[in-house]
């Protein structure tokens, strides 16, 4: 078995590298770059769902526990 040695090696381990970025950039990079391909599904997903409806134990839907207001246009 012959063994990698100066540039080849550097080349080899280059091209390994290379290779599992072009891997992984549509499954992890590309989704946070561009996410309104992705909102555009879970709004198409969710459009029938009434959130009331499904929460647990009857509890209310998340709201803001410190009361921030909304700025007034003015």
Known sequence: MAFFRGWRYAAFVSGFVGMIGLALYPIAISPMIDVSKYKEIQKEARKNI?????????????????????????
Do not use: C, H, L
Request: aromatic share 8%; charged share 40%; net charge neutral.
């Open 50 to 74: 009434r959130q009331e409806d499904i929460q647990p134990g009857n509890m209310k839907i998340w709201t803001d526990p410190f009361g921030r207001k909304k700025p007034d246009s003015e």
